[in-house]
């Protein structure tokens, strides 16, 4: 395999331990006061989108715009003097700056969902003069067959069943590689709670300045959303 044709993986394992935070519902949910997406709910909504070369191994999806419920939050940091990065997976989201924001404006093609996001510390005062968002990916890929387990490395005990899969899959079939490693940004089915990039997605943002992206260290897991590759 090809370096050019990673996929860059990427979460935020630490980030209540960083931040120790609370976030705040702005909005309730209008039926059930439910404060988070419940498995399926989202994918039943899909619409399967083509593009180009396809194989059956491989389908891409749509997501629906997210409801204000979802979006519309206030996050209180607790920690005393904590760094923001730029990039963090929260939950079935994003949380981006305006920085990260603009790189993906230009970059993908797909437009996703952003709602503006007031981070604040214990105290109700603004942490940063920096507009940061939530970011909500409305890229999605599910992969039909299964394969051979990959080679076993330092990440697999932090992978998902599914996660494993994934990577089976790009491991064992150059086909499938081929058609995400371009994609920029795109999430899984269900297990949300990570976001895979192309390493041209990956870069831009690394060019543009953006922190919280390096590759994984033991030491550094905690900043940011630390990167992996499959």
Known sequence: MEDNQKVARLQSPELYREWNFEQIHLIAHPDMGLVSIQPHDLEIKFTEISYSN?????????????????????????????????????????????????????????????????????????????????????????????????????MIPQMTKIERAVRSALYNDARIRAVVADIPIWKLPIERGTAFMSLAMLQALRDSGCTGLNDYKVDNRHKGAPVSYV
Not at 81 to 94: A, E, N, P
Not at 98 to 126: R, S
Not at 129 to 148: A, G, H, Q, W
């Open 54 to 154: 396809p194989i059956e191994q491989v389908k891409i999806f749509h997501a629906p715009v997210m409801g204000d419920w979802i979006m519309k939050k206030k996050i209180i940091i607790k920690k005393k003097s904590v760094k923001l990065f730029d990039f963090y997976q929260f939950g079935d989201l994003l949380i981006i700056s305006g920085k990260a924001k603009d790189e993906f404006d230009k970059f993908d093609d797909m437009t996703h969902q952003y709602e503006l996001l007031e981070i604040v510390n214990k105290n109700g005062l603004p942490i940063s003069e920096t507009p940061y968002y939530l970011m909500s990916v409305r890229r999605f890929i599910k992969f039909t067959d299964e394969f051979n387990a990959a080679p076993i490395d330092k």
